[in-house]
């Protein structure tokens, strides 16, 4: 995916304190999606919902296929 412009950052940050989010996809720089995952206790299910929420950015803004939803 990087080689097709849209690389991938993740970044780890600490325990939120209020526990108000877990991860977050930032898809506002197409070529390069930044996932931000809080070191809580659920970071191995955190990176999986976050890591599919870039994956179907990818599909829906490369258009392939031309319709997901077709396929």
Same mark, same amino acid.
């Given at each position: 995916m990087k080689d097709n412009d849209m690389a991938l950052?993740?970044?780890l940050i600490d325990k939120v304190s209020d526990n108000s989010f877990a991860g977050l $996809?930032?898809? &506002?720089?197409?070529?390069n999606i930044k996932i931000l995952i809080? $070191? &809580?206790d659920f970071i191995q299910r955190t990176? !999986? !919902?976050e890591i599919m929420h870039y994956?179907?950015?990818y599909?829906?803004?490369k258009n392939y296929?031309?319709?997901a939803?077709?396929?």
């Open positions: 950052t993740i970044l $996809t930032d898809r &506002n720089l197409l070529y809080t $070191t &809580n990176i !999986h !919902h994956i179907e950015s599909i829906e803004i296929p031309d319709d939803f077709k396929e």
